[in-house]
């Protein structure tokens, strides 16, 4: 057998993974993912801040870094201490670890996810949808947000989001701080309108949406591509250059044209809704229980394409976890086992450690049901799961 079938029957049908970051060029970093403080320049100032933490990802960073080739790529930890990337998995393996639905429709697992820690908001901006995504070779991006209790306890400098345009905005306004990018502050935030944010929120964020994400550390499930347009040029004091508003741009659009283009490429009518919290708002949803000592509840949902979960069993319990398709977790507190594996939430760690709280589930696995259990006699565990397309969620 190969050694990706080798490590999948080893740990009988789980993956443990090896921690993926991601080191990141603008903003400030919250420092609350666990490393160590001599870590957030690891990779050399060069690379960047280390400020995300991507679980389960085998599509890779879009931005390029050549002394990290595989930037932004997912490793499993093999039986014998050796790593293979979960991309060449998922291609050799196929239905096997990811079931025939996704395999049939994709030929790849779409999704993964991540923690994005600034203290700093995020800019204003927009993934587009896809028709104009895939004319610079990528895909439409929706995403969703969670914000786990376990790692905001510092809120950050902005805990609000802003989504979309507010009422009485027009087109002529949007263009003026397009034009006007490069040139001054354009203050294109006091277009939209924020939304405060808070622990154990969950939100749904579809592509084409413009919006500025807040300063909590984020849980973001998402389908597997990345494309910005930013809108914003000043983000609490720091500027940005045009390249993050025309990455976006096909070579073959002319440099006069692009303010037509970007133009073009927003969804005005997604844009200009009335109620945004009413729609992309997600309150948890918590699923009857089924074994004594185990709530689940559904903290990402309402849409098509991802979907998350939140697990928390009970001190010195057990419990058989079971869902319908493949997924990624990823344990945010307490320590126990998870399937054949001893697993244990990180409390602090070196970048290049291998840590015991992220695992990619194979389809059959999760149908089975893995069994966890919290050996804490006073914590519980908690542990966050994503899917993609074959297990969205809807309620009323």
């Known amino acids: ?21 991601i080191p990141v060029k603008f903003g400030i970093p919250g420092r609350r993912l666990k490393i160590s403080q001599d870590d957030y320049f690891k990779y050399g100032a060069k690379a960047g801040t280390i400020m995300e933490r991507w679980f389960c990802s085998i599509g890779g960073a879009r931005v390029k ?70 004319k610079v070779g990528c ?71 413009v919006h500025a994400p807040g300063s909590l550390l984020t849980y973001e499930p998402q389908w597997g591509t990345d494309l910005n347009c930013v809108l914003e040029n000043v983000v609490c004091g720091e500027v940005f250059s045009k390249s993050y508003m025309t990455d976006i741009i096909p070579d073959d659009v002319d440099e006069k044209d692009v303010t037509d283009y970007i133009m073009d490429a927003i969804d005005w009518e997604l844009n200009f809704d009335s109620d945004f919290k009413a729609k992309y708002y997600k309150p948890n949803v918590t699923l009857p229980k089924t074994q004594k000592g185990m709530t689940e509840k559904w903290v990402c949902y309402g849409n098509d394409y991802i979907a998350a979960k939140e697990v928390t069993l009970a001190p010195g319990t057990s419990a058989v976890l079971k869902d319908k398709a493949a997924y990624g977790a990823i344990l945010t507190q ?63």
């Open 139 to 209: 895909g439409a991006k929706p995403e969703c947000y969670y914000f786990p209790p376990q790692v905001n306890n510092y809120f950050g400098r902005r805990p609000s989001t802003y989504l979309g345009f507010n009422k009485g905005v027009t087109k002529d306004d949007v263009r003026y701080c397009i034009e006007h990018f490069g040139d001054f502050d354009t203050h294109i935030l006091d277009l939209s309108n924020a939304y405060n944010i808070a622990p154990g929120q969950g939100w749904y964020v579809p592509a084409g949406l």
């Open 334 to 396: 307490g320590h126990g086992t998870f399937g054949v594996f001893d697993a244990e939430a990180v409390n602090m760690m070196h970048v290049g450690d291998q840590t015991h709280d992220e695992y990619f589930v194979s389809k059959n696995k999760a149908e089975d049901g893995v069994n966890i259990t919290n050996r804490s006699q006073v914590e519980p565990m908690v542990i966050l799961q994503h899917f993609g397309p074959d297990n969205a969620q809807y309620f009323d």
């Open 1 to 21: 057998m190969s050694l990706a079938k080798d490590t999948l029957k080893a740990g009988d049908g789980i993956y443990r993974m090896v921690p993926c970051f």
């Open 65 to 134: 870094n050549p002394d990290r080739p595989y930037q932004g790529l997912s490793f499993v930890k093999a039986e014998d201490g050796s790593e293979f990337l979960l991309r060449d998995a998922v291609q050799e393996l196929k239905e096997e670890l990811i079931g025939s639905e996704l395999w049939d429709r994709y030929h790849t697992y779409p999704v993964f996810s991540k923690f994005f820690d600034y203290e700093t908001p995020l800019y204003f901006h927009f993934h587009p949808r896809q028709e104009v995504a895939e």
